[in-house]
Each structure stands twice: as C-alpha cells, then as structure tokens.
C-alpha cells in the first residue's frame, strides 16, 4: 500500500461493534475485567488504551517500524528515550539541535551522568572521531532545526552499526512521508507530533516508532512506568490530523519551494536556509535520502533592525513559536526555541540575532509571497524617509 492510503486508513474500523469508521475516542481510565485472570487487553489507560493503540499501530505502519509508542509532548517521547541509557553512557548528538532536547540533555539528564558530545553530523568524519569506549548512541536531527543541514543518514547509522550504537532520529521536519530513517536502518524515530503529524496547531503530542520489537517494548516499560501518555482525546486528534498529511506536506513543500527562490532575489536577504534549492550544501544528499525537502526554511536578514521589523508588521504569517500547522508561522530562533543555548555557541552555529526560521502553510503562494512583499516594500520607503536630506 502507497504512504498515502496508509495515511487515510489510520484508525479506520477499530470498533467492531458498532462499525465506527472513526476511531471513537476511548475516555475510560480503567476497564472492566470478564472474570479473574481474564482481561479485554485493556485494564488501566496509562498502560493502554484502545484509542492510543490506534494511533501507535497508524505511526509504526507509517514509520515502517514495529513498536509505535506516543506521549503527552514531544519532550516527553524523547525523554523516554534518553531513558534507555544509564550514568557514564555516552551519547553523540547533532549540534544544531532543536534547542529544547539541547536544554533535556543539559540541564536534566547531565545530572543522572549522561555524556552528550554536540557534532556536526552532516559531516560523518566528527561523528566518526567524536565516538568513545562509552558511547551508546547517536542522535540525529535531519535536517536540523533552524539551519536546515542536512546529515547522510546512511552513512552516520553504517557508522553507527560499526561502533554497535543505537541510531535515533528525530525525523519531526521531514515526517514519514518525505523520509523514512528506519527503512535507511536506524533503530529508533521521535516524532513531535505536536508539528506536521498533528498539522494543525491544536494538539502537542509525541511519539516514538522503534525498528524492533525488544527495543519498542523497553519503550513502552518506560511509557507505562514514567507515565507520559497522550489522552485518548488527544490520540483522536493526531489521528485525524495523520489522514490529510500528504496532501499537507506537498502543498508546505511547493510553498516553501516557491517563498525560498523568491527570499534569494530580494537585497535584504543574506542567506537563505532550504534543502531545496540547488546550492544548498545538503541539496543533493537530501535528494538521495529522502523524497521531498519540506516545509520548513530559514533566513538571514543583512540589517538588524528588519527582524523586529518583520515579526511586527507581517500580516498573514503569525508571529509565533512552533511549525508544522497549516498555518504560516514566523519564529525568531536566538531568542524563542533556542534562547537556552547560550548566545556564544548560538553565534558560533549561525542561530544570530539576524535569523529568521519561516514555517511554511498551505495558504496559496500568492498571498503569502503577497505579504512578504508589502512587508519589504513598506520596510524600504520607512527607510527612505529618515535618510538624511542633502
Ligand atoms: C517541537 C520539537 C520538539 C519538541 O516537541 P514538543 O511536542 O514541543 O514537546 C522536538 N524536536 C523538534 C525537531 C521539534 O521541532
């Protein structure tokens, strides 16, 4: 079955009684037993809940993996993870990192001696040098989050097996439509659902889709003993977002196509930040590796002074943190998702005060390039004005 049937058929006819083409939403804590030592397969929604399992068995058949396991956030997915491993475990990690599993690993896990080295794994030469006698895992953002570099995934997870570390990558810009790292080997994906999966700005939620059975079963011990469970109503919502994903992630993608080549031409622009155009280093592995470039891209402005300029007087793109949504969303990483990071290390990776990360709708192009240009153009005679009379 193509990904796009998968997709409509998520949760489909899960309720035998009544023929419920949607998944009806289980809002029960607890179950009633038959008789003793008999179960429904259901007795207490932190361990299971039949609405959940609809969306877990939807994202592992997505993910092409065996074990699918969600959570009340994306944090909350990524932390059962970082649970997998004990004090004096290394781990190495992609630098440019969503700044909210840099603050995890950081500030929370440093404390029970978990040792993260932060490389720059679009080049595989630092991941190679960068392993250790300890080392237990590599994590991956691809592209990352803001500046959209792009890691060989082949390469990193051969180079992964060849040191017997788990694989996990946080596969929330690209989702399972455009790239599939557990079909490319990698053991373990994280998802925000709370982004493109959901796709609506409605729900945040997390999930995890693991390669093998062991692996998502030691997933779901730590799901069911942690307790960061997403709630049945929850579960229905991603469920429904995950039925329009293709449809969405085309549209994101040919927006977002369009709005990078249209950034590139205007002077105020230094960089533009999108797997999908040609001169993007990651352009061609991203080609390889996956069947699309995404919604999301980044920019660099030359002058200071437009990036409050623009979040200010942006009128259809809503100044606001997150991405994913059908909703354009314009986010200022330095001092939104990745004001943890300090501003050295921002500054060294490129997250300057003169960047810009742009969430792609599925508005129609027009008036989304629309309000860019009478933004720019509006910026142009304000500056104009105080010019100096000679
Ligand atoms: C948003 C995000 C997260 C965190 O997910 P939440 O649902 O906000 O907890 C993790 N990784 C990436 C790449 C994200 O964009």
Redesign the pocket.
Known sequence: MQIETILVRAGLGKDPATGSVSTPIYQSATFAHPRLGESTGYDYSRTANPTRTALEEAVAALEKGAVGVSFS??????TAVFFLFKPGDHLVVSEDL?G??YRLLNEMFCQYGIEVSYVDTSDSKAIESSVRESTKALFI?TPT?PLMKISDLKKSIDIAKRHDLLTIV?N??MTPYFQQPLVLGADIV??????YLSGHNDV???VVVTREESLGEKIRFVQNSAGGILGPQDCWLLLRGLKTLALRMDRHQENAQQIAEWLTRQPEVEQVYYPGLADHPGYETCSQQASGFGGMLSFSVKDKALVPYLLEHLKLITFAE???GVESLITFPARQ?HADIPEEIRNSLGITDQLLRLSVGIEHIDDLIGDFKQTFNQYRSSKEQVLPVK
């Open positions: 956030t994306g944090m909350a997915a990524i969503y909210g599993t953002e989050n946080d929330t810009f994280v998802h925000s659902a709370t982004k945040v939620a997390g997150s991405l994913g998702t």
